[in-house]
């Protein structure tokens, strides 16, 4: 089947970004620092608004921690630092409008459900790294990026690292 050409023709029209969403995950920092710094790249480009979200997988934590609400609450205090000292550095590097975001839960699931209905990103960026499988193979999108690509309603970019 050939493609036909007049299919492809387009005019190029500058339609920048307005609003970013960039998922840092402290869990995999190298893809998440990657993610964060082309998406500042992005959004002082574009003069578009900031998200930063980071998300408290609660899952991860056993039952004992479960149970204190003073370890929750330092969990979820350290959480906000984080996003602020990601903020701060979008801030340095000239991005104007910065809005920082934590949820809590499984990532994908979180960001997909609570974040972009309440940010409205026109893009989300996120991080991910491929895994080892045998000397061969290579998983090479990480569960929570795939999942958020597959259902967020907004477009999507995987910066690996």
């Keep these: 089947m050939a493609i036909?050409?007049?299919?492809?023709?387009?005019?190029?029209?500058?339609k920048p970004f307005k609003?970013?969403?960039?998922?840092?995950?402290e869990d995999d920092s190298d893809s998440s620092i990657r993610a964060f710094q082309f998406a500042v790249t992005m959004a002082k480009r574009n003069q578009a608004v900031l998200g930063i979200v980071s998300v408290l997988e609660l899952q991860d934590l056993n039952?004992?921690?479960t149970l204190s609400p003073e370890k929750i609450n330092k969990l979820r205090q350290n959480l906000a630092n984080d996003v602020n000292v990601y903020a701060r550095q979008a801030q340095k590097h000239?991005?104007?409008?910065?809005?920082?975001?934590?949820?809590?839960?499984?990532?994908g699931a979180a960001?997909?459900?609570?974040?972009?209905?309440?940010?409205?990103?026109?893009?989300?960026?996120?991080g991910s790294k491929?895994?080892?499988?045998?000397?061969r193979q290579r998983i090479f999108i990480g569960?929570?990026?795939?999942?958020?690509?597959q259902n967020a309603p907004c477009s999507v970019l995987v910066i690996r690292k």
């Design 63 to 65: 039952v004992f921690e």
């Design 4 to 14: 036909d050409e007049k299919a492809l023709d387009f005019e190029i029209s500058e």
């Design 94 to 107: 000239g991005v104007a409008e910065i809005v920082q975001l934590t949820a809590e839960g499984r990532p």
């Design 19 to 25: 609003r970013i969403l960039v998922a840092v995950d």
């Design 143 to 149: 569960s929570q990026a795939s999942y958020m690509a």
């Design 111 to 126: 960001i997909i459900g609570e974040v972009i209905p309440e940010f409205k990103p026109d893009i989300l960026i996120c």
């Design 130 to 135: 491929s895994k080892p499988v045998n000397s």
